[in-house]
């Protein structure tokens, strides 16, 4: 895709089967990439195999001064900042049992913390004369689904923020949207099918019109073309990569992820 060549990519949840798909598709295509996630084995991991034109750093997004942190490493390595990926989020989620605490982390991590961040880069965005931001929303944001909470609704308050944000950030010329993935083979399915894709598909494939679940660089080709110039003329809005969920309809009122773990 054309306009990401020599570009500069910060990606949160860089650590995650997503995250890591979404930073080897940006390496690939000439962008220099920062992985930032809490988790530093797998973090380092990806961040190694992409070679010198990546970076990880330690960053929680409850954090302002990590946060902080890793804009300004961003910026000493690769000399700016063009693109924000919002990607890293917490699944804390028991429904009508959750504490007050579980809300407020929830919000803590999977809205403020892209907030706060996008507030870090905003300056280095203009500097370079605009820039791209892709906040990761959900299908989980625009149906109900049996014993799920927090999720979805920080999803939803995602989507509502995206079009506020490109709103009052037009005039930087930094465009933002969002990206809803349907059932992705992810972190969370690979543990709780213990690897088992075959499953994964079995139970969420039929939720879908293509009967399976997505691929994690199908979700990183969808954010590379949010980025890219292709994408100049859209902002504000949202991209399904969802193999035609949000058209089916929802589950139904039986809970599926259980099912995963049976």
């Not at 798909?21 to 797998?42: E, H, L, M, P, S």
């Not at 803590?108 to 880069?121: D, E, F, P, R, S």
């Not at 010329?173 to 809803?180: E, F, G, H, L, M």
Request: with cysteine.
């Amino acid at each position: 895709m054309e306009g990401l060549q020599g570009k500069v990519a910060i990606v949160t949840g860089g650590a995650t089967k997503i995250g890591a798909a979404v930073a080897q598709a940006f390496q690939r295509a000439g962008t220099k990439v920062v992985i930032a996630d809490i988790n530093d084995k797998d973090g380092q991991g990806v961040a190694s195999a992409l070679g010198k034109d990546a970076l990880f750093v330690h960053t929680d997004l409850a954090d302002d001064s990590q946060i902080a942190n890793c804009v300004e490493r961003t910026v000493a390595a690769f000399g700016g900042i063009d693109f924000l990926v919002n990607l890293a989020c917490v699944y804390i989620d028991d429904a009508l049992n959750a504490s007050r605490k579980d809300w407020l982390d929830s919000y803590n991590v999977n809205v403020v913390g892209g907030v706060m961040l996008l507030k870090a880069v905003r300056p280095h965005m203009m500097k370079r004369g605009g820039g791209a931001v892709v906040n990761f929303g959900s299908i989980s944001a625009k149906v109900a689904q049996t014993g799920r909470w927090l999720y979805p609704v920080t999803k939803a308050a995602t989507l509502q923020l995206t079009r506020n944000e490109a709103m009052d950030l037009a005039g930087d010329k930094i465009r933002v949207n969002s990206i809803s993935p349907g059932w992705t083979w992810s972190r969370v399915m690979d543990e709780l099918t213990h690897g088992d894709k075959a499953k994964t598909n079995r139970v969420g494939g039929p939720f879908h019109l293509l009967g399976r679940v997505g691929e994690p660089e199908e979700v990183a080709q969808g954010v590379l073309f949010l980025c890219s110039s292709h994408a100049s003329f859209i902002t504000g809005t949202d991209l399904a990569v969802d193999g035609g969920y949000s058209a089916m309809g929802p589950e139904m009122a039986a809970p599926a992820i259980p099912k995963l773990m049976e």
